[in-house]
Each structure stands twice: as C-alpha cells, then as structure tokens.
C-alpha cells in the first residue's frame, strides 16, 4: 500500500463548478497535510496546509481533514480554466521530518 | 527575495559522469530537502537535512550524497550516472527543524537527462 494516494485523473469539471480532489494516506499518527498545486513544466506551489479535523477555508479554497478516516480533500469553488494543474497531496510522517507526496491529481477546467 | 535557486536548469550527461546540483536559499530555513520527479511516480525524496550538519537518506538514496555546506546550501552529487537517474530534481526547504508543520518552498527544478 502507498503511503499516500490519489487518482491520477484527469478529473474534468466546467468552469464554474466545484472541483473535489481526494488524497488518502496510511499513517494514521500523521498530523500534517498539505496541498500543492504544479502547473506543467513548473515547480509545486504550496496552496493549503490543514492540521486538525474539518474544514480549513482560504478563499476559492477549501481543505478537508478527517483522521479517523484518514483521507484528505481539497474543494476548489467557482472552478476557472487556470486552476488546470496537478494536485499534489502532502503528508509529514510521524515522528520523521519526511514530507511523502501521493502522485496528483491532473485536474482540467473546461471553458 | 530568491526564495530557493537551483543550478543549473537543464543538464546532459553521458552514463557514468558526475555531477553536482546546487541549491541555495535565502529564507533562513532551517530543513532542505532533494526530490526527484518522474512521470507517474510522484515526488520522491532522495535525501534530506532536518538542520544544519544533518543529513538522512530519503525514499530512494541509492547513487546520489548529499552535503548541506551550510545553513543556506544544500547540495546533490551524482558521483556515476546512470540513465535511470533522468529525471526533474527540485530542491525544496523548509522553516521548521525537521518536523514541523511547515509546508515547502521548492525551487524551479533541474531537468537531468542521461545518456
């Protein structure tokens, strides 16, 4: 089992609609989680980072933590053509200074 | 404010060649880190440096050593190339000691192609 998973995709949505990207991971003693997004070509641009159960929000943004499931989401609001990019989700292993990344999400907004 | 600078960019070499990757930031950063990136493989992490005179293998170390110089740099030797070590490498820091929840800081990356 991977560390860290997510679909590769490509996930399409319209714009304007809500695009949902998931991330799961195994180690259930991780306290840390983030999202980066890369534009092709380009280097990961960190976007969300979430700490505790539930929602984090930051404008078009929206980040979901739930532990006891051990999956975690980013909700991307009013999706524009430039939010085209992968997702990558991040995850700091416990008791380790290793960040693990899952593979991403290629994510296309439609005009 | 550079943030995190890699050099070079883009790199040929031929199998069994050497090299070293610089990397440098200019944010006070304690914790840098090597990545390399290949198609459907995700970021994978070669080594590491928690702090300054530190340093720890990562997923996949084999053919690479690292030196953090100082508290700024933090660079990657390919001592014999090898094809399968083509890829695009970034270097990433970040504020906290090891642990911390801090997110990174990548550079542009170096895109390594080996012949």
């Known amino acids: 089992q991977k560390e860290v998973e997510q679909n590769s995709g490509p996930l399409s949505v319209p714009e304007g609609a809500i695009a949902s990207l998931n991330c799961t991971y195994s180690?259930?003693?991780?306290?840390?989680f983030f999202w980066y997004r890369q534009y092709s070509g380009k280097s990961p641009e960190l976007i969300m980072s979430i700490y505790s159960n539930g929602d984090k929000e930051d404008g078009r943004f929206t980040a979901q933590l739930n532990k006891a499931s051990q999956y975690v989401s980013l909700l991307i609001r009013d999706s524009q053509p430039s939010d085209s990019a992968t997702y990558l989700c991040a995850v700091l292993l416990s008791g380790t200074y290793k960040y693990i990344f899952g593979t991403g999400t290629r994510l296309k907004v439609l005009a | 404010n550079a943030g995190v600078t890699q050099t070079p960019k883009f790199q040929v070499l031929k199998t069994g060649q050497s090299m070293t990757l610089q990397c440098a930031q200019d944010?006070?950063?304690?914790?840098m880190y090597w990545y390399r990136q290949d198609p459907g493989m995700g970021l994978r992490l070669i080594y590491y440096?928690?702090?300054?005179?530190?340093?720890d293998k990562g997923e996949v170390p084999n053919g690479y050593n690292v030196s953090r110089l100082n508290k700024r740099e933090f660079s990657l030797r390919l001592e014999s190339a090898a094809p399968s070590q083509t890829s695009v490498y970034f270097c990433?820091?970040?504020?906290?000691?090891?642990?911390?929840?801090?997110?990174?800081?990548f550079g542009s990356g170096t895109r390594l192609t080996v012949v």
């Open positions: 180690d259930r003693g991780s306290q840390s």
């Open positions: 944010m006070n950063h304690n914790s």
């Open positions: 440096s928690a702090s300054e005179g530190t340093t």
């Open positions: 990433a820091s970040s504020p906290g000691t090891g642990g911390a929840n801090y997110g990174y800081t």
